[in-house]
């Protein structure tokens, strides 16, 4: 029996920002997956303050369209805010986020799928190569997932990015979790429930620019460190420790050289120096790290919204979208 096309089992969410070269090809692609999904199936495009040509192609597509959903924020909110949002409309019983730049290539959507039928609450993909990065990229992403595994209170998988799929019990648990600075990733594998993964080869971009470069890699690395580890503030207790023992063990030094008699004692002025500016040096470096968390803490009280819609298209009449905090529909 054929399933009712109105039903939504499948919401996709494609986050979007400045995709212009690259929406030709994944929407013939999209086209080609939808057509061998068995049941219901919406495909969501998060834009995020593109600047391109993009969103009038997207907009046009869910107006004839269907199956396809548009939600053009207000401006530049972030990858991973742009995800939440696109989360917050799914109608779907499973939820498959992906990136426009086909490196998380549709076809593997299938799979992902197939594991969930099995029972899984949550299908990660995860990389086995990435094609077209540099080495130094590489080598960065390598030790960023070994280093956050290590730190982290919780397992986050490694070599795995927001390409995944989740049932909507666990889209549920991930609605009550509503903290500003996200990391959608470590926020899903703290949730626990059944999770396996789906190993596949990242390909190389297909069109366009990344929009991770190394300043926005790094903001990413360190949200995750603050937001799913306290061995920051750890190490600056260890550190203040070591330092203080030292300083200790110095100056236990010095008094027996004063008792001594030492006549080369004053010539430890340069060593006074250097080890105030290494004292100096430590503290600022330990107070930054203590402030990057009030920083969070701040962000948290004011309970700003996540995002704020400016445009919705291709949705039901009167549907609305929960939201964290106050989303606002500007315009539909």
């Known amino acids: 029996m054929a399933a009712d096309p109105t039903t939504i089992s499948y919401s996709i969410v494609i986050p979007v920002y400045n995709e212009e070269a690259v ?16 049941e219901g199936a919406e495909v969501i495009f998060v834009d995020d303050g593109s600047r391109d040509s993009g969103p009038i192609v997207l907009q046009a597509l869910a107006k004839r369209d269907p199956r396809y ?12 805010i742009a995800i939440t949002a696109g989360m917050d409309a799914a109608q779907g019983e499973a939820i498959i986020v992906m990136d426009a730049d086909l490196q998380d290539p549709p076809e593997v959507v299938d799979q992902l799928i197939a594991k969930w039928k099995e029972g899984f609450d949550v299908v990660y993909a995860r990389r086995l190569s990435r094609a077209g990065e540099s080495p130094f990229k590489r080598t960065t992403a390598h030790l960023f997932y070994r280093l956050l595994g290590g730190m982290s209170s919780v397992p986050i998988p490694a070599d795995v990015g927001d ?15 509503p903290e500003q600075d996200r990391f959608v990733r470590g926020m899903i594998a703290w949730l626990g429930f059944r999770q396996t993964e789906v190993a596949f080869h990242r390909l190389a971009r297909e069109a366009g620019e990344t929009k991770y470069p190394l300043f926005k890699m790094a903001r990413l690395a360190m949200s995750a460190a603050l937001g799913f580890s306290d061995a920051p503030l750890r190490l600056a207790i260890w550190c203040g420790l070591v330092v203080s023992g030292l300083a200790l063990l110095y100056g236990g030094w010095v008094m027996v050289l004063w008792m001594s008699n030492d006549p080369h004692l004053v010539a430890g002025w340069s060593s006074t120096i250097v080890i105030m500016s290494l004292l100096c040096g430590i503290n600022m470096l330990m107070t930054g790290i203590v402030g990057l968390y009030v920083g969070r803490i701040h962000a948290e009280v004011k309970r700003r919204p996540l995002y704020v819609v400016q445009t919705r298209l291709g949705f039901e009449s009167g549907q609305s979208m929960p939201a964290q905090g106050a989303l606002r529909a500007i315009h539909e």
């Open 69 to 80: 959903r548009y939600i053009g924020l207000s401006r530049n909110f972030g990858h991973q």
């Open 23 to 38: 929406l030709p090809v994944l929407l013939r692609r999209l086209d080609l997956m939808l057509a061998r999904l068995q």
């Open 163 to 177: 390409f995944r799929l989740i049932d909507r019990k666990v889209l549920d648990a991930l609605r009550q979790m």
